[in-house]
């Protein structure tokens, strides 16, 4: 007996009693409101070293023999989660087989965590390119303006919006919920927030699934922005070939015209300059179903009217984000005026019919300008000692979401042949649903080079 004492002191001290079991802290009861199935529980997650908020996370319990938890994000990077996660429970009907599925809405943001920032989350329009210093400085000004009317609200809390925040987050759930490592997927925005828990946690790692993500783990960010630029160009080329050699010429000429001045949208009561309408065309070539609408928007726009380039009836007609870039602005590099004049000619270079039309190279360039908070959570490699990953994207992000998966030795990445975002959680691709629920569960992986239909 004594020699068994012996052998097992050791493994006492290395594996946490509560490794296996979901931690009594945390009181499960039914999710407010009506809707999906769902069980909340409230958690106190450090601010700073005096000061807690409390997060609420909802999971989906396992219907069968429970072997563990997965954390879901669904990106945004705000949002309410608890509320998607009740909105499609049938996506993780495998998984809920042997597993919990959890997640939480996150710290400041609107939802069932507190407190929320009282800012203004509403669509945020991108401004168009500084001709000069001077313009620059506007902006610096506008947005700092900005920026310290919604950090006065919580000055403690807006300094802690960033992804390498929500990734502490992370890691106090998973000790509530008593799991020696975590299971993450992230989708779209949530895989940035995935990308930060294996940088800070790397041997908590179990699985980590990121789909249609951006690239926050490089080195080198302006490389990140040309490889970007040619992702996006490769996706227009579709259009281009399906529309024909003509119509690249015609749109390059479109572009320099309305960068000379802008071309009216008339029924939209504004007008767009070249970049704008870049983006904007971009949107709707998203769906082929558009792609026709796309040749008759730039025939009318040659003729003087740029309308049928804007969004549906009822929307902003420009072009925008929403959410403020509260997180955003600290999870990314903030530039001068002789910087983003480098990186957008430089990108105009590399994609002569997309530009630095999207949203890392435009938006949080000339939004984030002047934020009175310096970025706290900079794009950085993954550590080499991470598990293999599991990504997957489409037309518009596998190549990004590969560049992430790339960097961690013997990783997989789907491939759908076609248009969208977020295959999983979004689009609900079976395909990669099942792909998903066996690598989460049994850490099997599919063969190289899968795609999914």
Not at 25 to 41: N, S, Y
Not at 271 to 293: C, I, N, S, V
Request: hydrophobic share 40%.
């Amino acid at each position: 007996m004594g020699r068994v004492i012996k052998l097992l002191l050791p493994l006492l001290l290395v594996v946490p009693p509560h490794a296996h079991q979901p931690h009594r802290a945390l009181d499960w009861q039914p999710c407010p409101g009506a809707g999906a199935v769902a069980e909340c529980a409230d958690l106190p997650v450090p601010v700073t070293s005096s000061r807690t908020i409390t997060l609420t996370l909802a999971r989906l319990p396992a219907t069968g023999p429970r072997r563990g938890s997965v954390l879901v994000n669904f990106g945004g990077p705000q949002g309410d989660q608890i509320a998607i996660l009740r909105s499609r429970p049938q996506v993780f009907d495998r998984v809920r087989e042997s597993m919990d599925v959890v997640t939480w809405d996150p710290r400041g943001y609107p939802g069932l965590s507190r407190p929320a920032l009282a800012c203004d989350w509403s669509l945020l329009r991108t401004p168009r390119f500084p001709a000069d210093q001077a313009g620059f400085d506007r902006l610096v000004a506008a947005n700092r303006e900005r920026g310290e009317r919604c950090r006065a609200t919580d000055p403690e809390l807006f300094d802690r919006m960033d992804s390498g925040s929500d990734a502490r987050d992370v890691e106090a759930i998973r000790v509530a919920l008593g799991e020696r490592r975590v299971n993450f997927i992230g989708t779209s925005y949530g895989g940035v927030i995935a990308q930060a828990y294996a940088r800070r946690y790397p041997h908590r790692v179990r699985t980590v699934y990121v789909d249609g993500t951006g690239n926050h783990s490089t080195r080198d960010w302006e490389r990140e922005l040309d490889a970007i630029a040619r992702d996006n160009e490769a996706f227009v080329r579709r259009f281009l070939d399906w529309a024909g050699a003509d119509v690249e010429r015609r749109w390059q000429a479109l572009v320099a015209r309305a960068d000379a001045e802008p071309v009216p949208a008339l029924t939209a009561n504004t007008a767009y300059d070249g970049t704008q309408l870049q983006a904007l065309a971009f949107g709707k070539l998203r769906r082929p179903a558009q792609w026709e609408e796309v040749v008759r928007a730039i025939a009318a726009a040659e003729a003087g009217d740029a309308s049928g380039f804007a969004p549906a009836a009822g929307r902003d007609p420009n072009p925008g984000l929403p959410g403020g870039g509260v997180k955003e602005c600290l999870d990314f590099p903030h530039a001068d005026f002789p910087r983003v004049t480098r990186t957008v000619e430089r990108l105009r270079r590399i994609a002569p019919n997309t530009g630095a039309s999207f949203p890392l190279a435009w938006h949080l360039p000339l939004t984030c300008t002047g934020w009175p908070t310096r970025t706290a959570n900079p794009p950085a490699p993954l550590p080499v000692a991470l598990p293999p990953f599991l990504g997957a994207g489409t037309w518009q992000d596998h190549a990004a979401t590969k560049r992430v998966t790339d960097q961690v030795p013997g990783s997989r990445t789907i491939f759908h042949d076609g248009p969208g975002h977020n295959l999983f959680a979004g689009m609900m691709n079976a395909c990669v649903v099942e792909h998903v629920s066996a690598y989460v569960t049994e850490r099997r992986l599919p063969p190289a080079d899968a795609s999914c239909p």
